[in-house]
């Protein structure tokens, strides 16, 4: 299948399962739940591609040169014609596969090239260090086995990370002038609507987080 069905795939699959265990368990569904089960397994995968960047990080310097080429004689996005690529079970694990979507964006942004750069360096800060608190807190909203207090808390630390380091690169991008290299739509759709997932989301998670420590429950997940 195409590695934009296998994606949505893999994110269905991992959101699906946390609703439909917390559904087996209570009897419930809860918005808030839904929304952060899906965004939770959506950063799950995104950290393995982060990952993939760092081990993967001299071939994608070299990747570039591929795509740029690709790019000047067909005119079209290499990050969509990345996205049309065919992943095979043998493929699905591949450093290489996954480190390509990064060679395909940095025609966007250049950072992805340059491990010198904030961009670079904080999304594979992000692939490192946040895929065990996301676990924590899947599971948690799903079936509550810590204090919410102490569920908060993680939570805070882990949204308000995700709030400042996209922020963080937002501004870069600017201050950069990256923007002024790609048409509107281009902006829109390889940086603005993707980053603003971890930016928007995040945001309404700290709510969340802060209500699990006032309150002392898990009431605002629909926790009785």
Not at 43 to 64: A, K, P, Q, T
Not at 113 to 128: Q, V
Not at 173 to 197: D, G, I, M, T, Y
Request: charge should be positive.
């Amino acid at each position: 299948m195409p590695v934009w069905l296998f994606s949505l795939v893999v994110i269905a699959v991992l959101g699906l399962a946390g609703v439909v265990v917390r559904f087996l368990t209570y009897g419930d569904v809860d918005p808030y739940h839904v929304l952060f089960a899906f965004f939770f397994s959506m950063n799950l995968l995104v950290s393995y591609w982060e990952i993939c960047l760092y081990f993967r990080r001299d071939y994608i310097e070299r990747r570039v040169a591929f795509w740029r080429d690709w790019q000047r004689q067909q005119r079209r996005s290499p990050v969509w014609e990345f996205l049309r690529q065919k992943v095979t079970f043998d493929s699905a694990f591949s450093a290489s596969l996954w480190a390509d979507i990064w060679a395909s964006y940095s025609l966007y942004d250049e950072s992805y090239a340059d491990r010198r750069s904030f961009g670079f360096t904080c999304d594979i800060g992000n692939g490192f260090v946040t895929p065990l608190p996301t676990l924590v807190l899947y599971a948690t909203f799903a079936v509550p086995f810590m204090p919410a207090v102490v569920a908060g808390m993680i939570g805070a630390m882990l949204f308000w990370q995700w709030v400042y380091v996209t922020s963080g690169y937002w501004v870069s991008f600017f201050v950069a002038k990256r923007h002024r290299q790609l048409r509107p739509w281009e902006a829109f759709a390889h940086v603005h609507w993707a980053n603003s997932l971890w930016l928007l989301l995040p945001l309404l998670g700290m709510y969340v987080s802060v209500r699990l420590i006032l309150d002392g429950n898990y009431a605002v997940l629909g926790h009785g």
